[in-house]
């Protein structure tokens, strides 16, 4: 089926395909692994079976899991993971048929799929509200219990393979027992964690496969975009927790993830790395997952720029981190997207020219063709890109702080059209010592990790 006109496609594909089901999921234990598989079913037209393999570590605890334990983490990845296969004909109507969801958590996750798919409505100019863009019906008598499990009180550190995450795990690695997880592991991730001196022992790896089906729907011009992914490292973060034993998972999400994308509105590109999501998803991990388990950012109280003067502090990692979503597979940097424009300006005030040349391969400040994108980052657009990027104030704070250490007459492109735009006049001024030694206090750090992280920006500036 070719679709051609776009005008209508979110109308006629809910009438095409009014429900959307959630069928079945299957658990395999097996010697080195256990296998996660999913049944959906688009009105018993199409069905998709996208699979999560996480790996078998000698350290872990699966036999302290019952199969009914298991059942909950294994539904509830699913509940994640079925919003990436939804959105291609955005359904009216969700039926969940494995567990029973109560009107409480039917209420969440209508929220985390409404929130999570905010980009997706907004650049498919899709008008929906939170009330009534999907019906989700759980028909299943079988209800899941909350997981009572023994824990040890170490730390899984999510990795994926920038700036952020290196900085969690240089804080924490001499505190406690730290066990890295990469969920499909690239380049990037494999040499952070080698570089910050783990074993591959030490590491947790969980691989996810898309059904190819979903591949072939975008290309026939079905709905696509971004869905909230840390939503589903969320869930998988904590099924991994329940089986090596471990009471903690360390995100690396800062405070500049609680900015909206789109100023005065609740688009947010990073909506599941947000506080909000945390508050939330913690809640109801606790209420109807597991109570032992404590999902928490690190990284929550700091701002991108006050984690790019930490790192520049870390050398080491300059030749092995990576940023660019366009160039992560390949572990380049392509240069020319907002994630390697944003990171070049965040770490100007604080590594020099040279080396950020060495880093990105050239000077982005003297691209002409990113004047766009610097244009949305330093808030003449309206619209922010829609990346993992910092705010709008600490990008002009960057810039203003770059151009003041800058040694020369002539300014590269980018900064001597900054230093000559509105956006300089409004932020020459800022109070640079303020933003650098922000702490924000909404966050679930408690006092063992909030001392943790204080103590080292103490000695780190």
């Not at 009534?132 to 040890?152: G, R, T, Y």
């Not at 690239?186 to 591959?200: E, P, Q, R, W, Y």
């Not at 870390?314 to 390697?340: A, D, E, H, L």
């Not at 020459?428 to 006092?447: A, H, P, Q, R, S």
Request: hydrophobic share 40%.
């Amino acid at each position: 089926m070719e679709i051609k006109d776009k005008g209508t496609i979110f109308f006629s594909f809910r009438k095409q395909y009014p429900h959307f089901v959630y069928e079945k999921y299957t658990i395999i234990k097996a010697k080195k692994s256990i296998h996660l598989s999913f049944e959906f079913k688009l009105s018993d037209e199409i069905v998709f079976k996208p699979e999560i393999k996480i790996s078998i570590r000698n350290f872990f605890h699966v036999e302290d899991l019952s199969d009914s334990d298991l059942n909950n983490f294994a539904f509830h990845v699913g509940m994640i993971e079925l919003i990436s296969y939804w959105k291609a004909t955005c359904s009216p109507q969700i039926i969940v048929r494995p567990n029973k969801l109560n009107e409480d958590q039917i209420k969440w996750w209508k929220k985390v799929y409404f929130f999570g798919l905010g980009e997706f409505f907004y650049l498919n100019n899709i008008k929906v509200d939170q009330e009534n863009f999907v019906d989700i019906v759980s028909n299943s008598d079988f209800e899941l219990k909350p997981v009572l499990i023994p824990l040890k009180n170490s730390i899984i550190v999510p990795i994926g393979g920038g700036k952020d995450s290196i900085i969690s795990l240089e804080m924490l690695k001499n505190k406690k027992q730290i066990y890295p997880f990469l969920l499909n592991p690239i380049k990037s991730s494999l040499n952070t964690v080698k570089k910050a001196g783990f074993s591959k022992d030490e590491l947790i790896t969980a691989s996810r496969l898309i059904d190819p089906k979903l591949l072939e729907l975008n290309k026939k011009g079905y709905l696509n975009g971004h869905t909230p992914f840390s939503a589903l490292l969320a869930f998988v973060s904590v099924f991994i927790a329940a089986l090596s034993g471990v009471k903690n998972i360390a995100l690396s999400n800062e405070s500049s993830a609680n900015e909206a994308t789109i100023i005065n509105t609740k688009i947010n590109h990073q909506y599941s790395k947000s506080i909000d999501f945390e508050a939330d998803f913690r809640k109801y991990v606790s209420k109807y997952i597991s109570k032992d388990i404590n999902y928490f950012s690190f990284l929550r109280p700091l701002s991108e720029l006050q984690i790019a003067n930490l790192f520049s502090g870390f050398p080491k990692y300059f030749p092995v981190f990576r940023s660019c979503n366009v160039g992560s597979q390949k572990g380049i940097w392509c240069g020319q997207c907002p994630k390697c424009l944003f990171t070049f300006i965040i770490f100007s005030p604080f590594i020099s020219q040279n080396e950020l040349v060495n880093i990105f391969g050239k000077n982005l400040f003297d691209d002409k063709n990113l004047l766009t994108i610097f244009n949305q980052l330093i808030g003449i657009d309206k619209e922010k890109p829609f990346e993992c990027v910092g705010t709008t104030e600490e990008v002009n704070a960057a810039l203003v702080l770059t151009i003041n250490k800058q040694a020369v007459e002539e300014l590269p492109f980018l900064l001597n059209y900054y230093k000559n735009s509105p956006q300089y006049k409004n932020y020459k001024n800022i109070e640079i010592e303020k933003v650098l030694n922000n702490f924000d206090e909404n966050n679930y750090l408690g006092n063992g990790f909030s001392n943790v992280l204080t103590e080292n920006l103490g000695q780190w500036k």
